[in-house]
Structures are given as structure tokens and as C-alpha cells.
């Protein structure tokens, strides 16, 4: 039997895919509880849980609804998860911009000991800017070592990547791709990011963003870093 932790994450992911949009009646508590086999009182508990996040309302006369829909960041990581269930990489409102595809010798510290490479070896670099609404939300940065881009050619050419380069890899290889631990920091802004985010600061401001980087990995090592730099002000749901 479900919980109601559990029944408020299923509406929750519903209202996040645009399965259900601002102004949708919720199920009625009999409806829900006939649906997942609950008592009213889990369903109460589970709007209760929605409501406190501002993503259900109950409106006299009409019942319980879905709010406006909140400006909620979802990163590289949370869209593989959404393209699975839903076979979308966007959201409701949500595109991206700015797509660039570059072949650069790799000089960062962190990324070189994230992907095993030399400082200086080739790696394939993609950069793309998320918005909702027209409003830019978050940078996305992905970036490929040889190995990965010898079996995932597709990486490094211009056009958008249509499926997820793990899927593609695996299907090339056999070797199943993991997704290692996302972590995040606080650092400053590079001017590119903060030219991509279009914030409005004087020249040569510190401005601060949050970073969140995951690496994937199979049986043979890291194949790919990914990084999410994310608007100063912007919600990013935490797992």
C-alpha cells in the first residue's frame, strides 16, 4: 500500500511533466483513495503535503486544483528522468538556446580528475542555455572524453542530441552507463555565464551562482560531466 509521501510524489512528477496544468481539478479524496487503494485520511495528508508547496489550492465551490505553475529548475540530471517517464527533455514552457558544440583542450582541474584525462587532452565540449517562460533559468554544460565520443560520434557534431548519449553508448558497447553522485557548490560566475543568464550587474560584478555537476561512468571509467549553473533566485527541487 502506498504512502502518502508516496501519492503526493506521483501528482507532484503529473504537475512537473504538464500531465496536469494551472487550474486542473485534482481527484476528489474518494477518487484518490479508490485510485490507490488508501484511506481518506493518507489522501488528506498527501494534499496536505502539495498545498505547503504551493502546487495544489482549494477553491470554494470548485474543489482542490492545481496552482500556478511555480518556476521550478530541473537539471540535465532530473530531464533524463522526465524523458523516460514521459519521452519529453522539456517542460511545460521550458526550451533551450544557445547551442554550441566546441573541441577544446581541457585545462580545469576538476573536470580533468572527473573524466581521468591529462590537462591539455581533447575533449568535446556542449553549451546551452535553458529558459521558461523566454527567461533564461540555467546553463548547461556537457563534456565528452575521447573515448566516449569515439563510440558516440554524434557528440561532437552541431545538431542537438536527440536521445540521451548513455543510451546510445550502451547500445553501441553493451556496457551498462551509471550515474555517479550529483553535488553542488557555490562559486562565481564566469562574464560568459553571467552574458548567457542576461543578468543585469555592473561590470565586473562577483555574482554568485549555484553548480551542480554529476559524472557517468561505466565498467572502463568516466564518460561524461555534466554541469548545471543556475540563475541567482532560481527554485531547483532537491532529491
Known sequence: MLGYAEIASHFRRQIADGELNPGDGMPSYKE????FGVNRTTVIRAYDMLKSEGLIISRPGVGTVVAAR???VISGVDRLDRLNRTGRRYGPGEESTGHRVMRRSIADAEVCQALNVEPGEEVVIRIRTFQQES???????????PR??????????EERMERYFGDIYTERTGREVIKG???GHARQASQDEINALQLDVPAHAAVAVLVTS???????GPLGYWEDV???GERIPIP
Open 230 to 232: 543556475y540563475a541567482p
Open 181 to 183: 553522485q550529483r553535488t
Open 135 to 145: 527567461r533564461p533559468t540555467s546553463v548547461g554544460v556537457s563534456i565528452y572524453p
Open 148 to 157: 566516449t565520443v569515439a563510440e558516440v560520434p554524434e557528440l561532437g557534431e
Open 214 to 220: 554529476v559524472t557517468f561512468h561505466d565498467e572502463e
Open 70 to 72: 511555480p518556476r521550478v
Open 32 to 35: 484518490a483513495s479508490d485510485q
